[in-house]
C-alpha cells in the first residue's frame, strides 16, 4: 500500500545541475532512513545518498561535493540535488525509504520506480 515515485530526472548537460523528488504515499507510520540509489546499464544498483531520522547525510564519495540529499518529513519527501553533473552520473535514480506501515510492522525497504537521469553533450 505504500509508494514512493521519482520525478525530476530528464537530459542535462555535463556541468548543468537537477533535482529530484521522491513522494512517499500510501498506508506510513513512520519513516527512518531515505535514500538515493542509482544504476547505470550494466552495472549492479549503487548506494549515492542517505538521510537518517536523526537528520545526519551521508554521500557516496563520488557524489560528495556535488549531490546534497534532503528531505521533508512533514510531507513525507526526499530529494536530491546534483550539481557538477558528469557523464558518469548517468543512471537511473530510484528512491528508497524504511517504512513501518503500523506500529506493529516491522521496519520494510520500499523503492521508487525510478527516474532517468542522462548526462550528455
Known amino acids: 500500500q505504500v509508494q514512493l515515485v521519482e520525478s525530476g530526472g530528464g537530459l542535462v548537460q555535463p556541468g548543468g545541475s537537477l533535482r529530484l523528488s521522491c513522494a512517499a504515499s500510501?498506508?506510513?507510520?513512520?519513516?527512518?532512513?531515505m535514500a538515493w540509489y542509482r544504476q547505470a546499464p550494466g552495472k549492479q544498483r549503487e548506494w549515492v545518498a542517505r538521510?537518517?531520522?536523526?537528520?545526519?547525510?551521508i554521500h557516496t564519495d563520488s557524489v560528495k561535493g556535488r549531490f546534497t540529499i534532503s528531505r521533508d518529513n512533514a510531507k513525507n519527501m526526499v530529494y536530491l540535488q546534483m550539481n557538477s553533473l558528469k557523464p558518469e552520473d548517468t543512471a537511473v535514480y530510484y528512491c528508497?525509504?524504511?517504512?513501518?506501515?503500523?506500529?506493529?510492522?516491522?521496519?520494510?525497504?520500499?523503492w521508487g520506480q525510478g527516474t532517468q537521469v542522462t548526462v550528455s553533450s
Open positions: 500510501g498506508s506510513i507510520f513512520s519513516i527512518n532512513a
Open positions: 538521510s537518517f531520522s536523526g537528520g545526519r547525510i
Open positions: 528508497n525509504a524504511e517504512i513501518k506501515t503500523t506500529y506493529w510492522a516491522t521496519l520494510i525497504d520500499y
